[in-house]
């Protein structure tokens, strides 16, 4: 038989349509009979004309083509990029509105992927900054920027170089971004200085379609004490052109603390696995957390928004409620900050964490405090936390999980159900993982308290502390015969 054409689907468009809510990835949510349109950049009470763009078999998806009547929860967006730059979705929402949307995202996936009964909280603790939060960014330079409709118009453009974020959907487009809003200065300065640079030697930037390019990718981190650190990735070696334009760079931003450069001819933009080269500067810049100093390497990771941080991890502290004499295992420890930002309460903690930079940096940042009832160790944790671990190292009575937004391996999940602490102190920053976690761990505990944390404004992205608490065996005891 042979093979058919597949019809092209013909892309309805429904009018008048109120959006409802909020869902999964930032996107707002219609009705239309019985199926589910999820929409990009709508805000509830919005009155609207949606194109479908994509069917699935239980939902839409569309696009607005036309607004009837404006919901009273929206703001005018800060960013002239906004709508096309995927990095912050939510701009067109009041921050009221967002952190409502953000608290009824944890609730509604603890009742219906969990079945959890949620206890009394606290309302989402806010954010003290709505813009420039962030401590890393990541630039991509391309030599095929997305053009404005204007300049497609005008057809004037004789250069369609550009740094900035990739494009939605578009492996090979970048926004040019003009001016962000999320990382303070010198980030926008260093990355505009760049551009023109690269554009004015006619240096060539990357491009996707081909992998073949100078100029690549550019990382700017920064810290709440005003250091700035600056990784330049190349596509290529050319030691002259990289030694003229990192003097450059460092004679118009001499606030630059740590420059480094690496060279990537791969087909990705990840520079973990290959060698970095510091140029200028120190091997690393410095955070202050409460009393705490951290020592942050071009590869380290720290929670991207500081301040915030130190408010997610005193909600953590508070839940555990230490009393001193404590043994305490931190899970997913990366570079220890959890680790060392607890150890002045309890007897001692035992960080856990796959990545051998990270656990460098964690003993060096424990070494740097002053620390020394701390130890880490390097491994996967699903085959690390076992029995021989905690004969080993001791019982505790506390363990601190934040594992990535793929949640705990259910391996650690059976784990943690063997060991038993008496107490479990779960963050996340994907409450859908997070609820179904802590279904299985239902068993032996029960979900005591629950404090929702806003990591990242004009996201939808949630940041999430729960306490667990060990049953009696009394109580755990239905529980398990039920599975």
């Known amino acids: 038989m042979s093979g058919r054409r597949k019809k092209k689907f013909e892309q309805p468009v429904f009018e ?32 609207v004309d949606i194109k479908v763009i994509k069917k699935k078999k239980s939902f839409y998806e569309g696009t607005i083509i036309k607004y009837h009547q404006l919901s009273e929860k929206r703001v005018e967006p800060r960013c002239v990029h906004f709508g096309l730059c995927g990095g912050c979705k939510w701009q067109h929402l009041s921050y009221d509105e967002q952190l409502f949307l953000k608290q009824k995202q944890v609730i509604d996936n603890f009742q219906r992927i969990g079945k959890l009964t949620i206890p009394p909280f606290e309302p989402i603790k806010p954010s ?20 404005s409709e204007n300049e497609k118009v005008e057809g004037k453009i004789t250069n369609a170089n550009g740094v900035g974020m990739h494009l939605p959907g578009m492996f090979d487009r970048i926004v040019d971004i003009g001016n962000c809003y999320l990382q303070r200065e010198p ?32 990382t700017i981190r920064t810290t709440s004490t005003g250091e700035t650190m600056v990784i330049l990735a190349f596509g290529y070696d050319d030691d002259p052109e990289i030694s003229n334009l990192t003097a450059q760079l460092m004679a118009a931003f001499p606030e630059i603390n740590s420059l480094f450069t690496v060279i990537n001819p791969k087909k990705n933009d990840t520079i973990n696995d290959l060698q970095l080269r510091l140029v200028a500067g120190k091997p690393y810049i410095t955070e202050q ?17 500081p301040l915030q941080a130190q408010v997610l991890y005193e909600t953590a502290r508070s839940f555990a409620a230490f009393e001193g004499h404590e043994l305490v295992y931190d899970l997913y420890c990366g570079t220890g900050t959890i680790t060392n930002f607890i150890a002045g309460q309890v007897k001692k903690v035992i960080g856990i964490e796959y990545i051998p930079e990270a656990i460098a940096d964690a003993f060096e940042n424990s070494r740097l405090n002053g620390i020394s009832n701390t130890d880490f160790v390097m491994g996967d944790i699903a085959a690390t936390l076992n029995e021989d671990f905690v004969h080993r190292h001791g019982q505790p009575d506390v363990v ?84």
């Open 16 to 47: 008048q349509i109120e959006i409802l809510d909020a869902g999964a990835e930032g996107k707002a949510i219609a009705r239309v009979d019985s199926m589910v349109i999820f929409v990009p950049f709508a805000a509830p009470g919005d009155v």
């Open 289 to 305: 957390m409460d009393h705490l100093s951290f020592k942050i390497g071009p590869l380290s990771f720290y929670q991207t928004n």
């Open 187 to 218: 980030s926008n300065s260093i990355r505009l200085f760049l551009k023109d640079y690269g554009i004015e030697r006619s240096l060539t930037f990357y491009d996707a379609r081909i992998h073949g390019g100078f100029l690549r990718n550019v």
């Open 400 to 483: 601190i999980t934040d594992p990535p937004r793929s949640g705990m391996h259910p391996k650690v999940i059976e784990q943690l159900l063997r060991i038993a602490p008496q107490k479990i102190v779960y963050v996340s920053c994907n409450p859908a993982t997070q609820a179904r976690d802590i279904a299985l761990l239902s068993e032996k505990y029960s979900l005591d308290k629950i404090q929702p944390v806003d990591m990242f404004p004009q996201t939808h992205h949630v940041e999430n502390v729960t306490l667990l608490t060990k049953l009696s065996p009394a109580q755990a005891q239905p529980a398990a015969q039920a599975l």
């Open 128 to 147: 003290s900054e709505q813009y420039f939060y962030r401590n890393k960014l990541e630039f991509s330079f391309s030599n095929r920027k997305w053009l």
